[in-house]
């Protein structure tokens, strides 16, 4: 079955860094679009970015508007993970992280759907990432 492992989570003080990993298993990983979501306790899962693959036109890459120009994507298909790279961290990027898959979309606007946790069918179990100030 599909399986999920988010890593590298941790606490790190206001203006650190941290990279997350998630390892997959049991997909064919080129063919899906990898997200990360975060939670905090009492609010919906929010998106943070997404990225997806295609062998004619490469990585496309999508960002919530509060880590745009802090957090970067990324993923290394031969060895089926994907990264997020957390930089400048502020206290208010608590939280728990989740990596999620869903299959690569083909639409144009598919940028849209890709920011919706409802689009995503597996998910992993989380790491909790904690900034200090």
């Known amino acids: 079955q599909v399986q999920l492992v988010e890593s590298g989570g941790g606490l790190v003080q206001a203006g650190g860094s941290l990279r997350l990993s998630c390892a997959a298993s049991?997909?064919?990983?080129?063919?899906?679009?990898m997200g990360w979501f975060r939670q905090t306790p009492g609010k919906e899962r929010e998106f943070v970015a997404a990225i997806d693959w295609s062998s004619w036109s490469g990585s496309s890459f999508y960002y919530g508007d509060s880590v745009k120009g802090r957090f970067t994507i990324s993923r290394d298909n031969a060895r089926k993970r994907a990264y997020l790279q957390m930089n400048s961290l502020k206290p208010e990027d608590t939280a728990v992280y989740y990596c999620a898959a869903t299959p690569r979309k083909t639409s144009v606007s598919r940028g849209y759907d890709y920011v919706r946790a409802d689009e995503y069918d597996h998910w992993g179990q989380g790491t909790q990432v904690t900034v200090s100030s």
């Open positions: 049991g997909l064919t990983f080129s063919s899906y679009a």
